[in-house]
């Protein structure tokens, strides 16, 4: 079938950048890089199902620098993704839909996000139970 | 009687060919995740220790290790709702589509089968 150049509406280049397009990006970015996290999850259980070697050698990957990071990077994408969806949710039912709510509620779910991937892995860390 | 024209009607579905079934199922698995989430996290953050001995026990207790089953079954559905959301909106080309949400399809059945049998292994083993 030919491909002929047919006329467009105004084009995503047009668009400023701004907070409300970057968190919608970062919704279904940390969405997807969940998936992997349940890859992950799934691993562990099959591991921890398997013996007491599996799941140390399972234990001995997460706390490896790249399994550390990853883990980091799932955390925050979690939080992420919790607060940004029940900001989504809100939405849904008609809530905060003003200009200034919209970009508070979008800070709220970052610095909330970075706060409590923080405060969990400094729990973590106090405890050694990694 | 539809206001719309035939060709509406059959053209106007959008790229999941399909109504508002798939949106109402992404909020619920949403919202039924809130809780199991919640659970999940504080469940591993409480644990005294997350050695081999402890988490088994924690499993095997029947209602860990029952929420643990319900935790991923609502994930794998909930991300292959939104994955496939993913796939329609970036991916035109039918022949890439539509073997990608097979695939998509397949891989959430698996990675669930997968961790809900392991779990049963350990709820249910020595």
């Not at chain 1, 409300?20 to 199902?49: D, E, K, P, Q």
């Not at chain 2, 619920?28 to 081999?52: G, H």
Request: charged content about 10%; proline content about 4%; overall charge positive.
């Amino acid at each position: 079938m030919p491909v002929r150049a047919r006329p467009l509406s105004p084009h995503l280049q047009i668009y400023r950048w701004q907070i409300g397009n970057t968190l919608s990006i970062l919704h279904r970015f940390t969405g997807v890089f969940l998936g992997f996290g349940f890859l992950a999850l799934a691993y562990w259980f099959v591991a921890l199902a398997t013996d007491a070697r599996s799941y140390r050698s399972a234990a001995h990957l997460f706390a490896s620098p790249v399994g550390l990071l990853a883990m980091l990077g799932w955390t925050f994408a979690f939080f992420y993704h919790f607060l940004n969806g029940v900001r989504h949710l809100l939405w849904d039912v008609g809530q905060g839909f003003e200009r200034a709510e919209r970009r508070a509620s979008g800070w709220m779910a970052v610095i909330g996000a970075s706060v409590l991937s923080l405060g969990v892995w400094l729990l973590l860390w106090h405890f050694h139970r990694f | 009687m539809s206001l719309r024209s035939p060709l509406g009607q059959v053209l106007g579905l959008g790229s999941a060919k399909s109504g508002t079934g798939h949106w109402w199922a992404q909020r619920v698995s949403a919202i039924a995740l809130i809780p199991l989430c919640l659970w999940f996290m504080f469940s591993l953050l409480l644990l005294p220790s997350l050695d081999y001995l402890t988490m088994r026990a924690w499993l095997q207790w029947p209602v860990s290790g029952f929420l643990a089953i319900l935790l991923v079954a609502v994930v794998a559905y909930h991300s292959y709702l939104g994955t496939t959301v993913i796939v329609e909106d970036y991916v035109h080309t039918e022949g890439y589509k539509m073997p990608g949400l097979v695939l998509l399809r397949f891989v959430h059945v698996l990675v669930a089968g997968v961790a809900i049998f392991a779990i049963l292994r350990i709820a249910f083993g020595p």
